[in-house]
């Protein structure tokens, strides 16, 4: 963070901030990764009660989650999914890494985080170019990685696991995306999801949303009141670099 905000913290050398050097994508400007691991990083140091549920309900447009105490709260980035089942999809397809795994156990739920920064989500997946009558975008298979893992899909298992609550967010520069008002449509949702009828059931909804940079920052700046000063130094730090990062994004 303190290398991104004018070179405080040492400078990058020119060539890797070209591309023309690869260096550890981490530290490059134009990197999702960077703003990924600094945002998310900064925020599990801070109780999830002052941000969580208000980040949550806010991308869902929503009253869903409730402050509390999150027990055995965890943030993983750059999570790899297990692979979906071969009779589920009908094509190979590897894992699935995920920007972004909130988890907490009171009651039991997951949530993915997609994040863009520069680039917009992408149309096609590996393995996978909409040849098979189903779209492939990341979002969608998110969806479908996501309630697999949560146990939403109505199939024979060799061990029966309870279901958990499932949310997938996307977080990007603007606050505005279609394909996240298309498949919050749970019959669209099912149908651009191969067997999609094995979703009998699916979380309550709403449970795909979507939220900016800005507004993220917002609702965590908001309340700062309520937290130690540890807490109240990294949000002014954290809001500091992603108004960097934005403030880059109109530059030339």
């Known amino acids: 963070m303190l290398t991104e905000l004018g070179g405080k913290g040492g400078r990058v050398c020119q060539p890797a901030l070209d591309g023309s050097l690869r260096c550890p994508l981490i530290i490059r400007p134009n990197s999702e990764d960077a703003i990924t691991g600094n945002l998310f990083g900064t925020l599990q140091a801070i109780n999830p009660r002052h941000w969580l549920p208000h980040f949550l309900n806010h991308a869902l447009g929503a009253q ?6 999150y027990r055995n709260f965890k943030v993983a980035l750059w999570q790899r999914q297990p692979v979906m089942p071969g009779h589920l999809v009908p094509w190979k397809e590897g894992s699935t890494e995920v920007d972004v795994v909130i988890t907490w156990e009171n009651p039991p739920t997951t949530v993915f985080v997609e994040m863009k920064y520069r680039s917009e989500l992408s149309e096609h997946t590996s393995h996978h170019f909409g040849r098979n009558g189903y779209p492939s975008d990341q979002l969608i298979r998110n969806a479908r990685v996501g309630l697999y893992h949560c146990g939403w899909y109505d199939e024979p298992k060799l061990f029966e696991m309870p279901k958990q609550d499932f949310v ?5 520069p603007r606050s505005h995306n279609d ?10 949702l099912r149908r651009c999801i191969p067997h999609g009828q094995l979703l009998k059931n699916l979380p309550r909804g709403p449970f795909i949303g979507h939220i900016s940079y800005s507004q993220l920052m917002k609702i965590v ?24 990062k934005l403030s880059t994004l109109a530059a030339p």
Do not use: H, I, K, P
Not at 64 to 69: A, G, H, M, T
Not at 229 to 243: A, F, G, K, N, P
């Open 64 to 69: 869903r989650f409730r402050s509390q105490v």
């Open 168 to 172: 997938l967010l996307l977080v990007s």
């Open 179 to 188: 394909l996240v008002r298309q498949y919050r449509d749970s019959t669209r």
């Open 221 to 244: 700046a908001a309340r700062v009141r309520l937290m130690n000063r540890s807490e109240s130094t990294l949000v002014s730090q954290l809001s500091d670099y992603v108004s960097f």
